[in-house]
């Protein structure tokens, strides 16, 4: 099991970027998918990228496809959510997690499919 710590959330006006950053603990994490997910109050996390353990495949939703794109470093035990164009709706608590992928190419877009998360970092987008 890895450890997950999120950075690099705060204010930022629309039109803005971010980049968060997730760092993982653990000699295993290149056998580990990873997502993104984000969170509002009173609402139901919400899926905003997905990558397979190799950095090969890499999915987003609609809502985010086009302005959000998700990477890692297995060298350096990393995840990142580089986030632009930022809208005020984009406004939540950002989570990163892991879960074990047997196959290299799999990602995983449901927060079911993961049993591991970080404590979240926020996002604020003014308008």
């Known amino acids: 099991q890895v450890q997950l710590v999120e950075s690099g959330g705060g204010l930022v006006q629309a039109g803005g970027s971010l980049r968060l950053s997730c760092a993982a603990s653990?000699?295993?994490?290149?056998?580990?998918?990873m997502g993104w997910f984000r969170q509002v109050p009173g609402k139901e996390r919400e899926f905003v990228a997905a990558i397979s353990r190799s950095g090969g495949r890499t999915y987003n939703p609609d809502s985010v496809k086009g302005r959000f794109t998700i990477s890692r470093d297995n060298a350096k035990n990393a995840v990142y959510l580089q986030m632009n164009s930022l809208k005020p709706e984009d406004t939540a608590v950002y989570y990163c997690a892991s879960r074990p992928a047997y196959n290299i190419d799999s990602y995983y877009s449901s927060a079911n499919d993961y049993a591991n998360w970080g404590q979240g970092t926020q996002v604020t987008v003014s308008s």
């Open positions: 653990g000699r295993t994490f290149s056998m580990y998918a």
